[in-house]
């Protein structure tokens, strides 16, 4: 059963959708995946963004008892907050396969 907590982050991650906030990738629109390294909630990989012909860094997250979807918004509201920092690569969307 979801919580009253898990439902106020899948509307916070809705209404960053719909606001254009946050881009949603079809995961078909990504290839040649080349693995970068690994970590607790899951694997980075360089890949293609094919219908842009663009070189991204593509972080895929492995989901467990660990982790849960305040994690995920978490992360997303980070990305968000330093997607125009000059050391830190920049933030383009989410995809889910």
Known sequence: MESLL????QEWLDNALINN???????GDFGDFQEIGSGAYGTVYSAKLIPENRIVALKSITVCPRFTFELLVNELK???KTRSHENIIDFYGIAQK
């Open 6 to 9: 898990d439902i106020e982050y």
């Open 78 to 80: 980070h990305c968000l």
């Open 21 to 27: 906030e946050i881009r949603r990738y079809d995961f």
